[in-house]
T-cell receptor, first 116, second 113 residues
Framework: DTGVSQDPRHKITKRGQNVTFRCDPI?????LYWYRQTLGQGPEFLTY????????KSRLLSDRFSAERPKGSFSTLEIQRTEQGDSAMYLC??????????????FGPGTRLLVL | AQSVSQHNHHVILSEAASLELGCNYS??????LFWYVQYPGQHLQLLLK??????LVKGIKGFEAEFIKSKFSFNLRKPSVQWSDTAEYFC???????????FGTGTRLTIIP
C-alpha cells in the first residue's frame, strides 16, 4: 500500500500522560500536514511541513503540542500532559507542491485519541 | 480568515433520488475548492477538485460540482444516488498560495435502499 499511514490507529491514555503519533507520507510528497477532527466537525489544520521545515502552526497547537519531521520523511506529533479536551482524531495528510502540480492532499486513516 | 459553511448537516434520501449538497465559503480572493468523502470506517478521499477553468467539474462515482464565484458556492451534485453513497461529505477550500485546507463541518448522507 503506497498511501499515507499512521500509527497507532487508536490510543487510550490517562490525563497528564504524554503521547506520540507517527505519520508516514506518500514517499514522493514533500508536504506533510497534521489536522485534528472532533465529533461533528470537519478536520482543523494544526501544522504543516515542507520537507523538514515546519512552515506554519495553527493557534490550536498549544505549547503542549510539538511536531517534527526530522529527515523530511516521516513525522511525529507529540502531546505532552494530555487533557480530556485533546480527545480527537488526529489526521495526517501529504501532498506534492499543490500550487504547481494542482494536486491535492492525501489523507491517512488517522489516530483516534481518547484521554480518560 | 477563510471559513466554509455546509448548511445540510444530515441528508436522508431514497436510492435514485437526486442529490445537491451546499457549500459556501468566505474568502475574497482566488481559491482552490475540494469535496472529500469519508465512507464508514474509511479515511478521507478526494471526490473532486477545482483549481481553474471550467466551473463545472466532474469527479469520481458520478459526482459533479459547480463553482459559482458570485455566490461563493461550490455545490456538490449527483443525479441519481445509490446506497453505496452513504457517507460523510466535506467541502474544503484553500486560498491560492496557501496550502492548508479549511473544511466545512460536513454533511452526513444516508441513502435508504
Amino acid at each position: 500500500d503506497t498511501g499515507v499511514s499512521q500509527d497507532p490507529r487508536h490510543k487510550i491514555t490517562k490525563r497528564g500522560q504524554n503521547v506520540t503519533f507517527r505519520c508516514d507520507p506518500i514517499s514522493e510528497h514533500n508536504r506533510l500536514y497534521w489536522y485534528r477532527q472532533t465529533l461533528g466537525q470537519g478536520p482543523e489544520f494544526l501544522t504543516y511541513f515542507q520537507n523538514e521545515a515546519q512552515l506554519e502552526k495553527s493557534r490550536l497547537l498549544s505549547d503542549r503540542f510539538s511536531a517534527e519531521r526530522p529527515k523530511g520523511s516521516f513525522s511525529t506529533l507529540e502531546i505532552q500532559r494530555t487533557e480530556q479536551g485533546d480527545s480527537a482524531m488526529y489526521l495526517c495528510a501529504s501532498s506534492p507542491y499543490i500550487i504547481v502540480t494542482k494536486e491535492t492532499q492525501y489523507f491517512g486513516p488517522g489516530t483516534r485519541l481518547l484521554v480518560l | 480568515a477563510q471559513s466554509v459553511s455546509q448548511h445540510n448537516h444530515h441528508v436522508i434520501l431514497s436510492e435514485a433520488a437526486s442529490l445537491e449538497l451546499g457549500c459556501n465559503y468566505s474568502y475574497g480572493g482566488t481559491v482552490n475548492l475540494f469535496w472529500y468523502v469519508q465512507y464508514p470506517g474509511q479515511h478521507l478521499q478526494l471526490l473532486l477538485k477545482y483549481f481553474s477553468g471550467d466551473p463545472l467539474v466532474k469527479g469520481i462515482k458520478g459526482f459533479e460540482a459547480e463553482f459559482i464565484k458570485s455566490k461563493f458556492s461550490f455545490n456538490l451534485r449527483k443525479p441519481s444516488v445509490q446506497w453505496s453513497d452513504t457517507a460523510e461529505y466535506f467541502c474544503a477550500v484553500n486560498p491560492f498560495g496557501n496550502e492548508k485546507l479549511t473544511f466545512g463541518t460536513g454533511t452526513r448522507l444516508t441513502i435508504i435502499p
